[in-house]
Each structure stands twice: as C-alpha cells, then as structure tokens.
C-alpha cells in the first residue's frame, strides 16, 4: 500500500528505502523526541549517520544531487513523516534553512556551511515570522542597513523551527532597496534565543532577538531588495515536500487505525466491519491514495521547472494536508478511546497533522494566490 511505485521513477527507489530504513531504526525514539522542545541528540546521530541531509543540499557543496531534487526530498519526507514528526522536520529544514545561502550565498560563504548542513555538522533555520508578521511578510519590521563594511541586523523573530539549536539563521529583514536575507550565525554577538512557544505539535521552535547584529556585507544573500526571491525559490523546491510529509503522516494513521479496528470486536464483529468505520477507513485510504499520486506529480513537476509549477506544488500542499487533518481525525474516532491516548502514535499523528495546514503558507493564503493565478489563465 506505499502506492507511489506505479510512476515513482527507478532512481528514487533506493533513497524510498534508505529513507524507510532510517524511520524503522528510530521508532524507538520517536515518542520521546516528538516531545522534545530541543534537537534530540539520538535523532540527530541516527539521521547524519544515515547521509540523508545531503538530498538538501547540492553536490558542489556535499550534497547528493546536483541541483536540490523536489521529488527526492518529497520521497523522504513520506518515509521519515510517518514514524517521526521531529525526525522529518530536522531533515526537511536542513534544506529549507539553508536554500536561501546555496542559492544566494558568495562561494565563500556556501564553501563555509553547505557542507556541514550536509553532513548535519551545522543546523540550519529560516527566519522569516515576527510577532506581528506572519502570511503578509511585507510588512517585515527587522531591520538590515549598511555600515561600511558590516550589515547591522535588528529584531524579532518568531516560530523560528530549530530556533535555539540551528547554527545559523537566513533572515529576512527590511532595508532601504526593500527585503532582504541575510546569513547570522547563532553564535554572533547580539544575537540571543527563548522558547515562549510550546505548540500541540511535535516540533522545535523558539524565537530569535537581534540586537544590533553586526556581520560581514558579504553575508548578504542574493542581491540587496531581492530577498523575497530566495524565500520564493525555497518555497517553490520545498512547497510540495510539506505535501508528502503528510502523505506519510496519514498513511502511518490508517495503519493504525486499521490494525486496531481490524482486532477489536465490538457488537460480535470487528469494528472494521462495522458499516460506518469500514466507510471511514476505506474513504480515507481513497482520499491518501488521490493526495499521494497529485503530490508526486506536483514533485516530479518541481523537479523539473519549480517557480514554473508552483501553483501545483501549492494545490498539492493543501490537498495532502487538508487530507492528512481528515484523515487522522477520522483514524483517532474509529480507535475510540484508544485513539485519545497521550504519547500514542495515533495521537501523535493527530497533532503532528495539524500545523501543516498553517506554516509554508496556510490553505487560505494558498486559495487566495491560486485564485488571482486562475483569473489570469482564465478571464483576462
Ligand atoms: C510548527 C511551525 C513551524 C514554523 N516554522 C517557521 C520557520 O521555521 N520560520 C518562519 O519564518 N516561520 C515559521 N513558522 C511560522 C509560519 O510561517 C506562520 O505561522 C505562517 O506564515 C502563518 O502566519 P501566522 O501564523 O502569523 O498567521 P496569520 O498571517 O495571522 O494568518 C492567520 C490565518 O488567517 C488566514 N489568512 C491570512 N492571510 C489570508 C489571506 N490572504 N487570505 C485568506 N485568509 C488569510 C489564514 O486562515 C491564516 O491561517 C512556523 C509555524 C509553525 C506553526
């Protein structure tokens, strides 16, 4: 039932199995990383061992593909989601923390971090949220100016995943030709962490202060004013992996939800053959099955030309994860009181479910920028 084999290319085959090799191998310590509000240090051995980091970062700089493949990182997203939300997000932000400097960055700069990312040496984070920003980043009140030499970086950054632990952050801040990114490593003075946060899902975050921050210009990614294309670009190669994350996050709870109400009777029967949670079960491995194929086709589109199809990375965003919240909501109702557990897997998916449908942009934001791209194919 891991479906995507009908048109997932050969190539991919090996990474899908070295990806679900890796998930298997930490299953045991994936209820309590999923809990964790730091990087667990047994996750993190466990993922650099397996050189999975380096799908996000490109070969030049010890990365494993040429260019960063949206299809290879969607295929390990599925496997690593399903067994752990922690484990997943400390994969996919190496390569969404750092693709603002592999696209942006002097060779200097990509020469100094790229390779650690890959090897999970260096932690990556993107700083883009503020307490007062969120969908709408133009309102980005950070601040970066020129002095002589140095950029001096000032402000708030909030919900920042891997906040606390990264080893460098890719801030967005305002300057005078417009926004832009600007790599701080965490080590920088003025540069300080808090966790204020603690969310329902599984997941490593923490806010980011800087306090008249003082790098070199060269740290400057991409050109001044232009930053907004470095986090377009990000979205556009890791968009549709959100997407598999999902897929994988609902497939792990239909297995759950599956072998328990295959295995327990209720009324003299199994509870899968029951009318109503037959009905649930077999509706929601229908809706996996449609997000699934639309998410690699979405993938496979990325891989090829991102900006181009990001429209579709964009839809499949919000199909496979508006499914994966149907579908683990359904899985925990089928389970009764079973699915309520705290620390059970079922519960985690539920809650690792839930903020998929708000960071990398929300299903509405989503709808409203597909929206005006519709109008412009079809009524003008
Ligand atoms: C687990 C997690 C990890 C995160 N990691 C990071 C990170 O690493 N780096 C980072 O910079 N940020 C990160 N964020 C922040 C995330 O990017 C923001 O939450 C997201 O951009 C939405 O912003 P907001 O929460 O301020 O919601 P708001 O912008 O306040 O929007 C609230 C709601 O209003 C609706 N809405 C907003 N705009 C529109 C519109 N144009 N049309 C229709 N409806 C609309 C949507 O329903 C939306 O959910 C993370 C968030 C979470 C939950």
């Known amino acids: 039932m891991s ?95 750092s693709y603002a400097l592999a696209r942006g960055g002097t060779p200097e700069l990509r020469e100094r971090w790229l390779p650690r990312v890959a090897a999970l040496d260096a932690i990556a984070a993107l700083g883009l949220t503020e307490p007062d920003i969120g969908s709408d980043l133009r309102g980005t009140a950070t601040t970066v100016a020129e002095d002589g030499d140095e950029l001096v970086v ?98 792990a709870a239909l297995k759950e939800a599956t072998v328990h109400t295959a295995n327990r009777e209720q009324f003299g029967r199994p509870l899968i053959q029951l009318g109503a949670v037959a009905d649930q079960l ?31 990375s964009s839809m499949a965003k919000v199909a496979a994860t508006e499914t994966a919240g149907r579908v683990v909501d359904r899985c925990v109702q089928v389970m009764g009181r079973f699915g309520l557990v705290r620390g059970s897997k079922i519960e985690r998916l539920y809650r690792a479910a839930r903020p998929m449908r708000v960071y990398e942009g929300a299903t509405e934001v989503i709808f409203d920028s597909l929206s005006r791209k519709l109008v412009k194919e079809l009524a003008t």
């Not at 700089?61 to 960063?68: H, K, S, V």
């Not at 801030?171 to 003075?189: H, I, N, R």
């Open 3 to 97: 479906g995507a084999e009908f048109e997932l290319p050969e190539r991919y085959h090996g990474l899908r199995e070295e990806a679900a090799a890796l998930a298997v191998s930490v299953a045991h310590l994936a209820a309590e990383a999923d809990e964790a509000g730091a990087i667990d240090p047994g996750m993190r051995a466990a993922l650099a061992a397996s050189g999975l980091a380096a799908v996000c970062v490109p070969a030049e700089y010890g990365g494993r593909y040429a260019d960063i493949d949206p299809l290879a990182v969607a295929v390990v997203r599925e496997q690593l989601a399903a067994e752990s939300a922690h484990l997943d997000s400390l994969f996919a932000m190496q390569g969404i923390g």
């Open 154 to 251: 000032g402000g708030h950054k909030s919900f920042i995943t891997n906040g606390g632990d990264a080893d460098f952050y890719c801030v967005l801040g305002k300057e005078e030709a417009g926004l832009s990114m600007v790599l701080v490593p965490a080590d920088t003075p003025g540069l300080t962490t808090t966790r204020p946060h603690q969310i329902i899902a599984p997941h490593v975050l923490g806010d980011v202060v800087l306090d008249g921050v003082r790098v070199p210009r060269s740290w400057r990614l991409g050109e001044p004013g232009k930053g907004m294309r470095l986090g377009l670009a990000t979205l556009a190669t890791f968009r549709v992996s959100v997407a598999a994350a999902a897929v994988g996050t609902a497939q």
């Open 282 to 312: 077999a509706r929601s491995w229908t809706e996996i099955e449609m997000a699934r194929a639309f998410t690699y086709r979405a993938a496979a589109a990325a891989a090829r030309d991102p900006l181009g199809s990001l429209h579709l």
